[in-house]
């Protein structure tokens, strides 16, 4: 995502990605609320995800958010990314991977609980994709700030 401007079609996924995440916080918070027995179930659930069916997610997701963070920690590297607009750089990088995630959510939950639970949709995309993407990009940018400065100190 580091080279040039995004797509249309990046942008509109990107878009799309965080207007479903804030329609299904909101359907989730309006449908069951803020209560103790929520918040249980809640962790309860997402706990449960891990020893379930579609576990191959808990792989899937997180090696794509790796493809993703891979060129834009290298890119913020070198320096070409800089700092700022962070936050947007994984938004467009990890787009794709989001809903992907959450369609995959949607399955288990119908398929599992027979019941679907918006906020636990969301959660499991952030906990899987936005994160390890986050934590990747980390990794890669000191990785390559670390390759590249010993390969400026080898050239005279």
Do not use: C
């Amino acid at each position: 995502m580091s080279a040039g401007a995004p797509s249309h079609a990046a942008v509109a996924m990107t878009w799309l990605a965080l207007v479903l995440a804030a329609a299904l916080l909101t359907i989730g918070a309006y449908t069951y609320g803020f209560s103790l027995q929520v918040h249980q179930r809640f962790w309860t659930d997402i706990a449960d995800r891990i020893h379930g069916p579609m576990t191959f997610r808990f792989f899937l997701q997180p090696t794509m958010a790796l493809i993703a963070a891979i060129p834009d920690g290298i890119s913020n590297a070198r320096g070409d990314g800089g700092t700022r607009g962070g936050v947007r750089q994984a938004l467009l990088a990890t787009a794709r991977t989001v809903l992907l995630g959450l369609s995959m959510d949607v399955i288990y939950q119908y398929k599992v609980l027979d019941r679907f639970y918006p906020a636990e949709a969301v959660m499991m995309a952030v906990l899987l994709a936005l994160i390890p993407y986050f934590v990747f990009r980390w990794i890669t940018q000191v990785l390559a700030r670390w390759w590249l400065a010993r390969r400026e100190h080898r050239t005279p």
